[in-house]
């Protein structure tokens, strides 16, 4: 067999769907096998575990080399985040989880591959992609969410003092009462302890919710929804050119309405004639 033959049988192995879906179905079944060896497992099952766990990564690293078979261009695939992020995952895991030293380093890697679930399904990409590159708007909103914290808890602290000072005493336990009352545990408590004594303090919670859990939550939902849109944009830009570059290698040429007008232009020009 020639190697533009194995070029293409690796690259149709590649893109084949059930490939795929076998590939997720093995990564559902290492995650599956890293939590039942948190259990305690009859003796039998030890060597069928041990077993399944070589197995998972064999087909990981025969995956991993077909993937990098099947580019043309080998030099681009290790251009691909994703793909250093998979191979780095493949090697580390072959590390034998039964080595008393490295028993615990293989054991976290273990876990981690279940990541892979990630550069396997594009849309789990695009999530990961949006949150990580709205990160540097969030900080900005985080900061400001942070301003507020220090100055409710400031307050916080000074007013509520002597009411509690388990939940009130210093700066530092008023954030981290204040965070609980964001996320709703238990508030009314702390609030209603606090209007024994200040009546009016109802507002002092209510005005900190609306600031931290509506605003800013909305801010950091809205920030994300945004990215994601243009990363959407781009995805289906970036398949729509790829469409078009392999209908142009096959000797298709696209049919736009200028192209039509060119044709019928040159139709009349000779009729004229």
Excluded: C, H
Excluded at 139 to 146: A, I, N, R, T, W
């Amino acid at each position: 067999m020639q190697a533009s033959e194995l070029q293409n049988r690796f690259e149709q192995i590649r893109a084949n769907k059930w490939f795929e879906a076998f590939v997720v179905s093995v990564i559902v079944i290492s995650a599956l096998l890293v939590g039942a060896k948190t259990y305690e497992l009859p003796a039998g099952f030890g060597s069928v575990t041990l077993l399944l766990d070589w197995f998972i990564s064999a087909f990981f690293l025969t995956e991993i080399t077909i993937r990098f078979l099947a580019e043309r261009q080998k030099r681009y695939f290790f251009k691909s985040f994703w793909n250093w992020f998979d191979t780095l995952i493949v090697v580390i895991s072959l590390i034998p989880a039964d080595d008393a030293e490295l028993a615990v380093i293989a054991r976290l890697v273990r876990v981690f591959r279940v990541l892979r679930m990630i550069s396997i399904i594009p849309e789990l990409r695009i999530l990961l992609v949006s949150l990580v590159k709205a990160l540097p708007q969030l900080g900005y909103v985080m900061l400001l969410m942070f301003i507020i914290f220090y100055i409710y808890a400031a307050v916080g602290s000074t007013l509520f003092e002597e009411i509690n000072p388990k939940l009130w005493g210093d700066i530092t336990i008023s954030l981290l009462t204040l965070f609980r009352v964001m996320t709703f545990e238990d508030w009314t408590d702390v609030m209603y302890e606090t209007m024994e004594v200040y009546p009016l303090s109802w507002a002092y919670y209510l005005t900190f919710i609306f600031f931290t859990a509506f605003a800013f939550l909305n801010m950091v939902i809205g920030i994300v929804v945004n990215v994601m849109e243009r990363e959407n944009e781009k995805a289906r830009a970036e398949k729509l050119a790829l469409l078009k570059a392999e209908k142009a290698a096959e000797g298709f040429e696209e049919v736009t309405l200028d192209t039509i007008m060119k044709e019928l232009k040159t139709i009349k020009a000779k009729l004229d004639k």
